[in-house]
Nanobody, 127 residues
């Protein structure tokens, strides 16, 4: 059973940067597509970014395009967040589907394909 572990969350000022990591101890994440989601208090979970297994298919939510970058190496998937805004504050989760051939869909459909979820890491954007 793939277990995903997020790290890197914390407090950052508006306009600042933060990098999140997602790892799966004992597993190689480059065998999986991986996505990042976030959920702010009182709001529904939303897809933020998705990368296919081979990295050739990447999607971002419109709200983070140009500011967030998803990347990966053999064991870890990263989410680099720049120019952070107060509205980016949320608990950030990484998730992965079972199907290694998964193609990242539009963000509105992203959660339906996910089988494995981490427990999240909180991001606070405040001065």
């Amino acid at each position: 059973q793939l277990q995903l572990v997020e790290s890197g969350g914390g407090l950052v000022q508006p306009g600042g940067s933060l990098g999140l990591s997602c790892a799966a101890p004992g597993y190689r994440l480059d065998y999986y597509a991986v996505a990042w989601f976030r959920q702010a208090p009182g709001k529904t979970r939303e897809g933020v970014a998705c990368m296919s297994m081979n990295g050739g298919n990447i999607n971002y939510a419109d709200s983070v395009k140009g500011r967030f970058t998803i990347s990966r190496d053999k064991n870890t998937v990263y989410l680099q967040m720049n120019s952070l805004k107060p509205e980016d504050a949320a608990v950030y989760y990484c998730a992965a589907p079972k199907n290694s051939a998964y193609v990242c869909p539009p963000m509105s459909l992203l959660a339906y394909g996910m089988e494995y979820w981490g427990k999240g890491t909180p991001v606070t954007v405040s001065s």
